[in-house]
């Protein structure tokens, strides 16, 4: 597999942290509680950050991946993850 070059810098980080936080999810945020109510609405956001806070560890445990023949072997991508965790090598 081709080793791609990463490109980013804590600038392009930051930018695409901000973009994804100040997005239509936040737009939309204060009409979806209001429709929920005071009890339903926090606990749904409650809801929804353990379902992301879950995502993001499963991603940073995807980071590296364990072989018991060649060691640990840090993924470069998502793609790679996923080639290296789904793909067998066995016939």
Not at 18 to 41: C, D, K
């Amino acid at each position: 597999m081709k080793h791609v070059h990463k490109r980013g810098t804590i600038w392009t980080a930051l930018a695409h942290i901000i973009t994804a936080v100040i997005g239509s999810g936040v737009l939309s945020l204060a009409w979806s509680i209001s429709r929920l109510g005071w009890i339903a609405g926090p606990l749904t956001m409650l809801a929804f950050a353990s379902v992301t806070l879950t995502s993001a560890f499963l991603l940073c445990n995807c980071y590296k991946s364990s072989d018991p023949n060649n060691g640990v072997y840090r993924n470069g991508s998502y793609l790679d993850a996923v080639q290296r965790i789904l793909v067998s090598d066995a016939p």
